[in-house]
C-alpha cells in the first residue's frame, strides 16, 4: 500500500522553517510606501509625478541612461489598494515558493522575473506610461510556484497538486485578462514577470527530496536536467533579446528636462525684458532723450537680449514626439516676434519714422503665449 504523502506545506516547512526573503521585501515594500507618504504621496493615490521623482519606470528616463529605475520601480506602489493586493500576493505565494527553492534561488526568480516585466513593459508602453508595482515580480513567484507543482507533480496528493496549481493558473489567468480589460494595468509587467517565473523555476527546482537537511546533517545534492538547463539557457537568452531588443526612445528625457529648463527662463527673462522696454519707453518719455538716444538703448538692452534669447531657444535641439516640443517651437515664434518688432523700433527711431515707430510697438504690444512652467516631471 503505498503511503499518503505529507501535505505540501508540512513537506516545506520541513525543508525550510523560515522565510526571511519573503518578510523583507514584504517590509521593504511597505517601507518605502511609508516613507512616500511622509514626503507628499496620497494615502489612495499617488500621482505619476510623485511616482517618477521615486524611481518609477518610464520609458523616455529609463532609455536615456537611467537603467536603475527598472530595480526601483518594483518597490513603487500607487496607493494603499495596490500594495495591499500585492503584498497579500507575495505572501501567500512567497511563503511556499521561497521554501520550494530556497532564499537565494527564490530571490533571484523575484528580481530576474521583475526586471523581464519591467523590460517587456518598456517595450510595450511606448513611452508614454509611468509604472511601477511589485506585480511583475510577484507574478513571476507564481510562475515559479506552478513550475514546480508541476516537476512535482506525481510525488505530491492528487487533490493538493489540483487545488494549488489550478488555483494558481486561474488566478494568473484571470488577473491578465483583467490587465487587457482595465486602462492603467501595466499588462506587459505580469505578462514577462509570470513567463520569466516560468522559466526561473523550471531552471533552479530541486526535489522534494531533496536541499532538505535529515538528521545526519548532510544534504543530498541534486544535479540539474537538459530541461532545467534548457529552461535557464531560454530564460537568459530571452531577457538578452529583450534588451537588444528595446526601440529606442520616442525622446530623451535629458533633453526635455532640459528643454523644460530653459523654457522656464525664457519665460522670467521674457518679463525683465519686457519691463525693461517700458521702463525706457517711459524715462524717455519723460527727460526728453532723443530718437538715437532711446534707440541705442532699445538696441542694447531690448533687441540683443531677445537675440540671445532667440538663439538659445533655436539652438536647443528637442524632438518633435515630446511633450515641450509645441510649447518651445511657440515661443521661438514669439522671442522671433519681439526681436523683428525691437529691430524695427531702433530702425524707425534711428530714422525719425513715426509711422515706423508706431507700427513697431503695436507689434511689440501682442501679448505672449500662454506656457504654464513645466514641473519637470513627465506629463
Known amino acids: 500500500m503505498t503511503p499518503t504523502p505529507l501535505p505540501l506545506l508540512d513537506q516545506l516547512i520541513r525543508r525550510r522553517r523560515h522565510i526571511p526573503v519573503t518578510l523583507t521585501l514584504v ?17 489612495w493615490h499617488s500621482s505619476s509625478d510623485v511616482q517618477f521623482a521615486w524611481g518609477a519606470n518610464f520609458g523616455p528616463a529609463t532609455k536615456d541612461g537611467e537603467w536603475w529605475r527598472l530595480g526601483s520601480a518594483l518597490f513603487l506602489h500607487f496607493g494603499l489598494f495596490h500594495l495591499g493586493m500585492n503584498m497579500l500576493s507575495l505572501w501567500d505565494g512567497g511563503r511556499l515558493v521561497e521554501r520550494m527553492f530556497g532564499p537565494a534561488r527564490f530571490i533571484t526568480i523575484y528580481l530576474a522575473s521583475g526586471l523581464a516585466g519591467n523590460l517587456l513593459s518598456l517595450i510595450s508602453q511606448g513611452d508614454r506610461a509611468v509604472s511601477g508595482g511589485a506585480s511583475g515580480a510577484i507574478f513571476g513567484v507564481y510562475g515559479a ?31 491578465i485578462f483583467l490587465g487587457f480589460q482595465i486602462p492603467g494595468i501595466d499588462n506587459g509587467a505580469h505578462i514577462g514577470g509570470f513567463i520569466a517565473g516560468l522559466l526561473a523555476g523550471a531552471a533552479l527546482a530541486q526535489p522534494l527530496g531533496e536541499g532538505a537537511k535529515p538528521l545526519l546533517g548532510r544534504y543530498r545534492t541534486h544535479t540539474a536536467s537538459a530541461g532545467q538547463w534548457l529552461a535557464g539557457f531560454t530564460l537568459v537568452t530571452a531577457l538578452v533579446l529583450m534588451i537588444i531588443g528595446i526601440p529606442s526612445p520616442r525622446y530623451r528625457w535629458s533633453e526635455e528636462v532640459m ?22 519707453l517711459g524715462d524717455a518719455q519723460s527727460s526728453g532723450a532723443s530718437f538715437d538716444e532711446l534707440a541705442g538703448r532699445i538696441e542694447s538692452e531690448v533687441a540683443d537680449a531677445y537675440q540671445q534669447r532667440f538663439d538659445e531657444l533655436t539652438d536647443l535641439r528637442l524632438s518633435p514626439e515630446a511633450p515641450s516640443a509645441p510649447t518651445l517651437e511657440s515661443l521661438r515664434r514669439y522671442a522671433e516676434r519681439r526681436l523683428d518688432a525691437s529691430r524695427a523700433l ?6 525719425h519714422d513715426i509711422e515706423r515707430v508706431r507700427e513697431a510697438l503695436e507689434q ?16
Open 145 to 175: 510556484l506552478l513550475s514546480f507543482l508541476w516537476q512535482q507533480r506525481d510525488t505530491l496528493d492528487r487533490r493538493e497538486f489540483t487545488r494549488l496549481f489550478w488555483g494558481a493558473s486561474l488566478f494568473a489567468a484571470i488577473t
Open 346 to 351: 531702433v530702425d524707425g527711431l534711428r530714422a
Open 27 to 43: 517590509v521593504l515594500n511597505v517601507g518605502v510606501f511609508v516613507l512616500m507618504l511622509l514626503y507628499g504621496a496620497g494615502l
Open 259 to 280: 528643454a523644460r529648463g530653459e523654457i522656464r527662463e525664457f519665460i522670467g527673462e521674457d518679463k525683465r525684458i519686457a519691463d525693461r522696454w517700458t521702463q525706457l
Open 364 to 379: 511689440a504690444s501682442q501679448p505672449p503665449p500662454q506656457v504654464a512652467p513645466r514641473s519637470g516631471k513627465p506629463n
